[in-house]
């Protein structure tokens, strides 16, 4: 009777629960190693047609780092263009990106100048070109690298925020590239989303009664006039209120949590990790004026399908401009999915939502357009 039992503990797994340890054993993880280790064995590829790269790939002159996994080489390949610039979205992968590999062959990025690919490189050396015709090109790229190195004639690209416009120009510039071109966060009018934003914010200051933030929202007024760039200084009060408000993720005081989960990506090292902050900086400095004052409601026309998934609450950047560009813009096929409890980090949000939308409405695309090989 004893040997039967014990054989059931065995077979159901009880004590895999942290009940079964020892009370005087400390508790696991202890540290950013031990983190990073779980969530790299339980996110492994182990299907017999999987693929788990992390590796740097020649890239405009310098060396960029990118993470390619999924669980079937078969699968379609989904370019991940992460915002910013400079807000890398890799390290951030392993919690909203897992399921996503069981339909899809995902790669994400660290753009020039972004995250393990800024620490890759020279900063002083690359400085200069860091510019958006440069971001375009790599943009070019690393696609055409995507489809010699996997055969492929056709890719998705997802473009979130900044990698919206960079997505954006490469539905516009190579559709014959593209499967589909999917925006979350999608940039529009820049000028007139951070006006937007900037009303929001003193909006519901005044809700709040909260005398701080309406006094700081005040002493940028007006905000964003015109076409100019919007100084940096004054962008930082504006994205302070308006993150702690919940325009960038609903109902939070802005993204601390995303932040500090980049801590326990596996595919960056110790100084990775360090230098997020730095390499934002950085990025910012050198590409920030040239994204607040893109207009890309000129965009009318694109000759490959179409997909906005847009967070109802998002006021970093503007939803409802999104959404009223979507409306005018002719495409062979198009679709908005609105995800009604997000912000700008829809993927983070409701990374449920997100997946089934993927497969529902994304991947199906794939099929209705089969790859020739690339020779």
């Known amino acids: 009777m004893r040997s039967r039992f014990l054989s059931f503990i065995a077979v159901f797994g009880l004590c895999a629960s942290t009940s079964c340890l020892r009370a005087e054993e400390p508790p696991s993880p202890g540290n950013r ?30 060396d960029q780092w990118v993470s390619i996994r999924g669980n079937d080489k078969r699968n379609p390949i989904l370019l991940m263009v992460h915002g910013g610039p400079g807000w890398v979205s890799m390290p951030t992968s392993w919690y909203f990106q897992r399921g996503w590999e069981e339909y899809f062959t995902v790669v994400q990025w660290d753009q020039r100048g972004a995250g393990s690919t800024y620490a890759a490189n020279d900063p002083v050396a690359v400085a200069s070109t860091i510019t958006p015709e440069r971001m375009i090109a790599d943009t070019e790229e690393m696609i055409g690298w995507l489809r010699k ?63 701080e933030a309406i006094k700081e929202l005040e002493s940028i007024a007006p905000y964003a006039e015109g076409t100019k760039p919007v100084p940096l200084s004054s962008l930082m009060i504006q994205r302070k209120w308006l993150n702690q408000f919940g325009g960038m993720v609903y109902r939070r005081t802005g993204g601390q949590a995303e932040s500090a989960a980049m801590s326990l990506s596996p595919e960056y090292t110790d100084r990775d990790v360090q230098l997020i902050g730095e390499a ?43 959404e009223a560009w979507f409306q005018k813009v002719q495409a062979p096929s198009k679709r908005l999915v609105w995800f009604e409890n997000s912000a700008h980090e829809v993927m983070n949000e409701e990374p449920g939502k997100t997946l089934i939308s993927l497969v529902r409405y994304v991947r199906p695309l794939a099929n209705e357009n089969p790859d020739a090989v690339v020779h």
């Open 33 to 62: 190693a031990e983190a990073v280790k779980i969530i790299a064995d339980m996110r492994r590829i182990v299907t017999p047609d999987g693929i788990e790269r992390h590796e740097k790939v020649r890239i405009g002159g310098i």
């Open 149 to 211: 190195e996997f055969g492929k004639q056709k890719v998705f690209v997802l473009g979130h925020s900044w990698g919206s416009y960079l997505g954006l120009e490469m539905a516009r510039r190579h559709p014959d590239w593209l499967y589909a071109y999917i925006g979350i966060g999608q940039m529009t009018n820049m000028p007139e989303s951070e006006r937007q934003g900037w009303q929001f914010a003193m909006d519901e200051a005044r809700k709040a009664g909260n005398t």
């Open 280 to 322: 934002s900086n950085y990025s910012l400095d050198k590409l920030l004026s040239h994204a607040l004052t893109l207009d890309l409601g000129g965009v009318k026309h694109l000759d490959c399908p179409l997909i906005l998934f847009l967070g109802r609450h998002d006021h970093n950047v503007s939803s409802s401009l999104g």
